[in-house]
């Protein structure tokens, strides 16, 4: 079956750039998606990409796919402490609507 | 997300209650999840359904079912609870129109079991 796996903790300055990661091991077409945790609420969305992409940007977020040693990874530029929450990495493959998420990332932002 | 509301945000009971946590969505998705949240863990799928009359079991769905009453309605039920269903309860929703459109999720439930 699918495992997705993410470092636990990831502290920054602000200002600075986070990178988050994320492996997975679902070797035929799938979906990678981030989520947003912040303290005491759901998941929010924040972005996904097929497989057969290398990069999507929006706005502050980057997100960089390896699909030879199935690495993703979330950039996001210019970090504030306002990004300070949990970040999932979810992955389902192609016509399946079930997700497998991570463990979670903790992101800490320090001023 | 607005638009999944679950009741209650919070609850407290004792072992061997019976519990029911209700999630509606106002989305018009057809496709309903039901998941756990443990520190440490992640997120674990408990049931999900594809529509009204589909119901299927996920990774943990022993000492859990569920009831779909309407497009808009997916209910949890623990018929006993017991101390180590305490945790972090989500409801999602997703669209079956595309393919492995995304997950939308409510607020949450945090269910203590003492």
């Known amino acids: 079956g699918e495992d997705v796996e993410q470092s636990l903790f990831l502290s920054v300055r602000e200002g600075d750039s986070s990178v988050i990661n994320c492996t997975y091991t679902?070797?035929?077409?799938?979906?990678l998606y981030w989520y947003k945790q912040e303290p005491g609420a759901g998941l929010q969305l924040l972005t996904y990409?097929?497989?057969?992409?290398d990069m999507k940007q929006d706005q502050r977020l980057t997100v960089l796919l390896n699909k030879k040693d199935k690495h993703l990874s979330l950039r996001i530029a210019d970090t504030q402490t306002g990004d300070s929450a949990i970040y999932f990495c979810?992955?389902?493959?192609?016509?399946?609507?079930?997700?497998?998420f991570g463990k979670g990332t903790m992101l800490l932002v320090s001023p | 997300d607005a638009d999944v509301t679950q009741t209650p945000r919070n609850r407290i009971t004792k072992t061997g209650k019976r519990i029911m946590l209700e999630c509606s969505q106002t989305?018009?998705?057809?496709?309903m999840y039901w998941y756990r949240q443990d520190p440490g863990l992640g997120l674990r799928l408990i049931y999900y359904?594809?529509?009204?009359?589909?119901?299927n079991k996920g990774e943990i769905s022993d000492g859990y079912s569920v009831s779909r009453q309407a497009q808009a309605k997916f209910s949890l039920s623990l018929e006993s609870a017991i101390p180590n269903q305490t945790a972090l309860y989500f409801c999602?929703?997703?669209?079956?129109?595309?393919?492995?459109?995304?997950?939308?999720f409510g607020d949450g439930t945090r269910l203590s079991i003492l």
């Open positions: 999602a929703t997703s669209d079956q129109q595309g393919s492995n459109q995304p997950q939308h």
């Open positions: 679902d070797s035929s077409s799938t979906y």
């Open positions: 990409i097929f497989s057969n992409m």
């Open positions: 979810a992955e389902a493959p192609v016509g399946y609507s079930t997700l497998t």
């Open positions: 989305k018009g998705h057809d496709r």
């Open positions: 359904s594809f529509d009204v009359k589909d119901i």
